[in-house]
Structure formats: C-alpha cells, structure tokens
C-alpha cells in the first residue's frame, strides 16, 4: 500500500470514527472537523492496540476505537469546562 492510499485511509477511518464518538455523547461539541479526524485517528490506534491486547487480531478494534474516541471527546469537553449536561459551557464562579 502507498503512504498516500493509507494516509487517506487513515483520514477516512478517523472521520468516521471521530463522527460516531461525537454522536454517542449528546449535546453540541464545539469542535471543527479536523480536530473530529484527529480525535477519530488517536481513538482508531489507542482502541485498535486495546482490542488486540484483549481479543486478538481483529477482534473488536472498531468497537474499541469508537470508544476510546468518545473518552477522548469527553475529555475534550471537560478541557473547556463543559459536562456531559451543558458541553463547553463554562461554569460561573
């Protein structure tokens, strides 16, 4: 495989991956599309090297990154000061 075929396979994958993790947190996330591609490929590789830990090759990594990439959203929203209730909203003090 080409380094340009699996750089665009890597943008893909992580759109798509970084798109089901801002999904499954409701509420709006003020984030742009390269950061969504960016957290989709950091959630891809961290699960993808977890479901092949604990299940083997091929088991499950699609799962495993679609869920570490919803950690790494929420993690996102509390940097900014934002909650699973009010994201990116900032509390007052």
Not at 10 to 34: K, N, Q, W
Not at 49 to 57: E, K, V
Request: cysteine-free.
């Amino acid at each position: 495989m080409s380094i340009i075929a699996l750089v665009l396979s890597m943008v893909v994958t992580g759109l798509i991956v970084g798109a089901l993790a801002r999904l499954a947190l409701p509420g709006r996330d003020p984030m742009s599309i390269p950061m969504t591609i960016g957290l989709g490929i950091a959630g891809s590789v961290v699960g993808g090297l977890i479901g092949t830990a604990i299940l083997g090759r091929n088991g499950g990594s699609l799962l495993f990154s679609v869920l570490v990439a919803t950690f790494f959203v929420y993690l996102v929203r509390r940097s900014r000061g934002g909650g699973l209730e009010r994201p990116g909203a900032r509390r007052r003090v």
